[in-house]
């Protein structure tokens, strides 16, 4: 009965949340999900097809799982069917084990142990599960770790809203990707999604920016440019760093937000527009508040439903999870043989506090995918922060610099190399022969093979002296 190679799996559960956790994860599973508000739902869906498994909740309105398990035991006694309960439910779970339930799921759950319950569910009734499908070129959000199970279902309870959402969390930890999953999941999938990050701007840049401008509004001004929340309409604007937009932007911002119209610099008419804001910060915006650098009544339009996202340390349980999905992608990204982590150099990552979180992770599974010797990754090509090998004085100077070389165009492709190395290798040399010569400038020009006025000239344009 799988459906194109796929087990189909329905999930009733009048919690929303619930229903999208679950349904994300049989799709990660490569089965078929199909989602039922209540029980009534399901049995009329019953009428016409048939699933593999069911999944579904014990307490619900009208209709509750054990009278759902007594129906499907007259009229599909064939399905086996799990049930999600509370562990004060005991009663309830003794209960539909005696209406014929295959097995129950108590609260809360893990998302791995859902999915292996309806694996070996469909299995002892003769349905192969299919292993899942390979990853896409897009990034899936992770998450095994209990926190990141709560950022979940804060995404499925608001799948049916547009109401404004701040998120909340460490540089680094992924909160675009957090925005995106609330635009995908949301009524205005169809629409765009843009996101800006507001701290890339000066003020008066970001005002064009966010509401465009009018042709001659300013020098430079050729011509009239649409903004960006021009741009989101009828879908998801994402303004990251929100925290560090300017008091006068803030006041422009909240109006938007309340009346769903505004003016393009040098503009005369208003121009509504129909945008979600989902905004993001690092920071304590209710320290900022109190220190009176945010605006207390933009904060609390922003702050409607907020989502706190972990900390990459919080969530150890997910680490080498993404750093295999991170690797994988850096390898067909740099077209080169994908690179394993050896169970040594998993420990480290997984003892390691990740700083930077996700980002610092990423970055580093590009590094290692171009610095690793083998297709093995060893704790000797980790960096010394991660207990790899100390730094030492290389005789081969080269092989050190090639290494670096190969590690910042892992890191920064778009960033042009000579521009940071020549600057910093001159000044190593300088900084080298000054001590030598005990600071004096001729005997140092001397060892560098340069003439003293050169050597001046260096040391004003390095900025060495200071």
Request: charged letters at 30%; glycine letters at 8%; a negative charge.
């Amino acid at each position: 009965m799988a459906k194109g190679g796929r087990l189909r799996v329905w999930v009733v559960d009048d919690d929303e949340s619930v229903r999208w956790v679950l349904e994300q994860a049989f799709r990660q599973a490569a089965m078929h999900p199909r989602c039922f508000e209540s029980a009534e739902e399901c049995c009329a869906a019953l009428e016409r097809d048939k699933p593999d498994v069911i999944v579904t909740d014990i307490r619900m309105p009208n209709m509750s799982g054990i009278d759902l398990i007594e129906r499907l035991a007259v009229t599909d006694p064939e399905i086996p069917v799990i049930v999600i309960t509370a562990h004060s439910d005991l009663d309830s779970a003794v209960s539909a084990y005696q209406s014929g339930a295959f097995e129950y799921l108590p609260k809360p759950f893990d998302v791995d142990a859902a999915v292996e319950l309806v694996t070996r569910a469909a299995r002892e009734r003769g349905v192969a599960a299919p292993e899942p499908a390979e990853a896409g070129g897009t990034p899936t959000m992770i998450g095994r770790a209990p926190a990141m199970q709560e950022v979940f279902k804060a995404i499925g309870r608001l799948s049916r809203s547009s109401m404004t959402v701040l998120i909340t969390g460490e540089s680094g930890t992924g909160k675009e990707l957090v925005a995106r999953a609330l635009h995908d999941n949301s009524s205005r999938r169809g629409g765009p999604f843009v996101a800006l990050n507001t701290s890339a701007f000066t003020a008066e840049l970001l005002e064009s920016e966010l509401f465009g401008h009018e042709r001659g509004a300013f020098t430079g001004a050729t011509e009239r440019r649409v903004g960006r929340f021009e741009q989101a309409d009828g879908g998801t604007l994402f303004l990251d760093e929100i925290g560090d937009m300017s008091a006068a932007l803030q006041t422009r911002l909240l109006r938007v937000l309340a009346e769903g119209e505004f003016f393009r610099v040098g503009g005369q008419a208003p121009v509504s527009v129909d945008v979600r804001v989902v905004a993001a910060t690092h920071q304590d915006l209710e320290d900022a508040v109190a220190e009176g650098t945010f605006r207390e009544d933009l904060y609390h339009r922003l702050n409607v439903m907020r989502i706190e996202v972990p900390r990459l340390r919080d969530r150890q349980e997910d680490i080498i999870e993404l750093a295999d999905f991170y690797l994988d992608h850096a390898a067909k990204e740099l077209e080169v043989a994908v690179k394993n982590l050896d169970r040594a150099a998993q420990e480290r990552f997984v003892a390691y506090e990740w700083p930077g979180n996700v980002r610092e992770l990423v970055n580093l599974c590009r590094r290692l995918s171009v610095t690793a010797a083998g297709s093995v990754i060893t704790v000797e090509d980790l960096p010394r922060e991660l207990g790899g090998p100390a730094e030492r004085v290389d005789a081969d100077w080269t092989a050190s610099l090639a290494h670096w070389a190969a590690a910042r165009l892992a890191d920064e492709p778009d960033r042009p190399l000579l521009g940071e190395a020549l600057p910093a290798f001159e000044t190593t040399l300088i900084r080298a022969a000054l001590t030598r010569a005990g600071g004096k400038r001729h005997e140092a020009a001397k060892l560098l093979g340069w003439g003293r006025n050169t050597l001046t000239r260096k040391i004003r344009e390095l900025g060495i002296e200071a």
